[in-house]
Structures are given as C-alpha cells and as structure tokens.
C-alpha cells in the first residue's frame, strides 16, 4: 500500500524555489556501450572525464550560490551513467519514488540511491520491478506528465496511477530517438513550457499547445538537449551557455538565464535537469 511519508521532500512542480538536490560526480563517466543517439556522434571521441569533472564542479558551485543544498552520491566505477541522478529517482509530493532502470548498463544504479536514502533517514517507495525513469516524469501541480519511451512503459506508467489516485497522470507518447520526455519537453512556469514539436505527434502537440504557452527549440538545440533547463524558482533557470536561441527567448520573457557549460557532459545525452534529483522545492 502507499504511504504518504510526514517527511520534509516535498516537490510538486517543476519550477518552485529548488532547495534540496541530489547530484553524482561524473567520476567514472564514459560511454562504454552506445545507449542513445547523442552518444552515436561521439562514441569515437568518448567523453573527456577530467573537463566533465570540471564543468561538473562549476554547475554544483552555481547551485550552491544559489543557496541549493546538494547531495553528493558516491559514484561507483560500474556505473558510467550515474551522473544522471534525475533518472534514479524522483519526488512527487513528500514521497521519493525509486524504480529499476531499463538499460542493463544503469541497472544497479538505484541501490546506490536506495542505501544513500536509507543512511541519510529518508523515506522511499521502492517501485519493484517498474521501469519507470526520472527523465520522463514531470510534475505541475496536481497533473503529472510521464513519457512512453524505451526507458518508461505503460505498466508502470498505470502502477504509478494506482499509486497516486489524487494526481491526474498524463502519459505522453513521443518519436523514441529523443530517449527521455524531459528531452523534448520541459515545464518551466504554470504557463509556460519548452518544447520541441518533432518529437511529438499532432494529438500529443494540441494537447500541451491547450495547457502551455509553448516555446519552441530548433533541431540544433534540441540536440544541446535545448529543453533539459534546470529552474531554480523565481524566474532562474541555468542553461546551457551555447544555447543562444533558447536563452534569448527566456530572457525576453523576463527570466534571468544562468549559463553554464556542460557540453562535455552532454554528449552522453543527458544536461542540466538530467544531472539532478531534486528532493525539495518549496
């Protein structure tokens, strides 16, 4: 049965004031096997571990002058893709939900996740046997947006409806190349969300044109993973500094643009919302 914890996580959108986050160095960080199609361009050059350190080190010094608390999890050797916290986990309400990762190469991941929630005292429902990742999982309020992808199916998709009754669930089907939903579609106000059309069908696309005010990202920064922004609440978000379409969008409409580089990072397809977990955001 699910348990509402009387615990401090509390996450119920997107793009409140971020005050607790979990974060893994990219330690171990290399693309050992092609898992996704940003990897398929630089599987030849891999990833240079010292420069994603670096950049790594710069985006946990940006969110701490931003007065967010992170967590460090310990990086494990077998685990190349542990830098993507978001995946592991995720926090709807004031519970922490942990599922089993789909790709074989991740898989493991989650104990990690599970023994540091355990040591530090917070409480988790552990979805056994779900593949359900943290990168197709956005909340707004009382609706909450899952992507159908390779990494998130349907199954898990209804046990997580069973689980939260009170919560309208919309799944989201999209073109499964683009990996995660928070790759193509992020919701950054109560009105406004990034979002890159090709992704998705026309049905999926009058859907959120009906719920958002939606600003559209080019091919060429789709591929920057455009819409994989990190909000830090009122009106901050941290991008990525290449992304001159998108930043300038944002700030015309009045958000103050944090740019940051993780272009080393991303290469293994993942940016600034992928690299974090948060457990609070008030």
Request: proline letters at 3%.
């Amino acid at each position: 049965m699910f348990v509402d914890h009387n615990t401090v996580n509390y996450c119920m959108n997107e793009y409140n004031i971020l005050k607790k986050v979990i974060v893994c160095e990219p330690q171990y960080m290399e693309i050992r096997e092609v898992i996704n199609e940003t990897q398929k361009q630089y599987k030849n050059e891999n990833i240079d571990r010292e420069l994603a350190m670096q950049q790594h080190k710069q985006f946990i010094e940006q969110l701490e002058d931003l007065d967010v608390k992170v967590y460090q999890l310990p990086a494990r050797a077998k685990f190349p893709e542990q830098v993507f916290t978001r995946d592991i986990g995720f926090t709807i309400g004031k519970t922490v939900f942990v599922a089993e990762m789909a790709n074989h190469l991740r898989q493991g991941e989650d104990k990690v996740l599970k023994s540091w929630l355990e040591e530090a005292e917070v409480p988790f429902y552990d979805l056994t046997m779900a593949h359900i990742e943290g990168g197709d999982v956005l909340i707004d309020r009382k609706s909450i947006y899952i992507g159908v992808s390779s990494r998130t199916d349907e199954k898990s998709i209804v046990q997580l409806q069973n689980l939260l009754p009170h919560f309208e669930i919309i799944a989201l089907p999209f073109n499964n190349k683009f990996l995660h939903l928070d790759c193509v579609f992020n919701i950054i106000s109560e009105t406004e969300a990034l979002f890159f059309p090709e992704a998705f069908a026309k049905e999926e696309i009058d859907l959120l044109h009906s719920r958002y005010d939606l600003i559209e990202i080019n091919d060429c920064e789709q591929f920057t993973l455009g819409t994989n922004v990190l909000s830090i609440g009122r009106k901050k978000i941290i991008s990525l500094t290449g992304n001159k379409g998108v930043n300038n969008q944002l700030r015309t409409r009045g958000y103050e643009v944090i740019e940051v580089d993780m272009s080393e990072i991303i290469k293994s397809g993942g940016s600034f919302r992928c690299c974090t977990m948060p457990l609070v955001r008030e």
